[in-house]
């Protein structure tokens, strides 16, 4: 069974400091895709990038970078220079390639706060 | 485009009622997920629509729930005889259609209904 753990529960940093979110994943499978959503106290989950099992290349979009590291089950999300406008709860999910649906199982998601 | 759209935003009820929820998806996006999140429970799947196929209904904690999807858009969640444990953030996701290898389209998700049960 996927499983997919978010130790932190709660961070709070001071504005511009670097903050990183931890994601270890647990499947059988070889072939799986990673997610990290970010719910803002509007609710809405918004997705923010997507990373299949293949591909181990870290990726940088603008304050945002992930690490993606399958020795470690681990996709970890850092902010970099955080913003107040970041503080939200953040989820990481697993959806696996095999099996009857692509669903998404999630971690219990980190609440970030972020002070002026 | 329009995103991924639920009504009502806010739906408050009487233990022992039955209770609907509208999700309707992205245009051309013929994936269709309900998630609720609650409290104790977090994220939790609870059924996937895919084109004409039958859905899969594996995560719906009970028989007093169902969902329906009609003419492959709309779909709604159906509560009945409503407990306070259901009370929660009931959230519908839709992608595109399943490529070559499952799992790999991106999930878009709705505002959510928030349900009190009192």
């Known amino acids: 069974a996927q499983k997919v753990t978010q130790a932190q529960t709660e961070i709070s940093v001071v504005e511009k400091e670097d903050v990183t979110l931890d994601c270890v994943y647990e499947?059988?499978?070889?072939?799986?895709?990673l997610f990290w959503y970010k719910q803002p106290p509007s609710g809405e989950l918004v997705f923010l990038i997507r990373?299949?099992?293949?591909?181990?290349q870290n990726e940088i979009s603008g304050r945002y970078s992930w690490n993606f590291q399958k020795s470690t089950s681990s996709f970890n999300f850092t902010i970099t220079a955080s913003q107040v406008v970041d503080s939200a709860v953040y989820f990481c999910?697993?959806?696996?390639?095999?099996?009857?649906?692509?669903?998404?199982?999630f971690g219990k998601g980190i609440t970030l706060s972020v002070r002026p | 485009g329009a995103g991924v759209s639920q009504s009502p935003s806010n739906k408050v009820t009487e233990k022992g009622k039955d209770v609907e929820l509208r999700c309707d998806p992205i245009?051309?996006?013929?994936?269709l997920y309900w998630y609720r999140q609650s409290l104790g429970q977090g994220l939790e799947f609870l059924i996937y629509?895919?084109?004409?196929?039958?859905?899969?209904k594996s995560g719906l904690p009970s028989d007093r729930f169902s969902a329906e999807r009609t003419g492959g858009s709309v779909s709604t969640l159906t509560i009945q005889r409503t407990q306070q444990e259901d009370s929660a953030v009931y959230l519908c996701?839709?992608?595109?259609?399943?490529?070559?290898?499952?799992?790999?389209?991106?999930?878009?998700f709705g505002p959510g209904t928030r349900l009190l049960v009192l």
């Open positions: 245009s051309g996006h013929t994936a």
């Open positions: 996701a839709s992608s595109l259609p399943p490529s070559g290898q499952r799992g790999r389209e991106t999930q878009y």
């Open positions: 990373r299949n099992s293949f591909d181990e």
């Open positions: 999910a697993l959806s696996e390639a095999t099996g009857a649906n692509s669903k998404l199982t």
């Open positions: 499947t059988r499978d070889t072939t799986y895709y």
């Open positions: 629509f895919q084109g004409n196929s039958a859905p899969d």
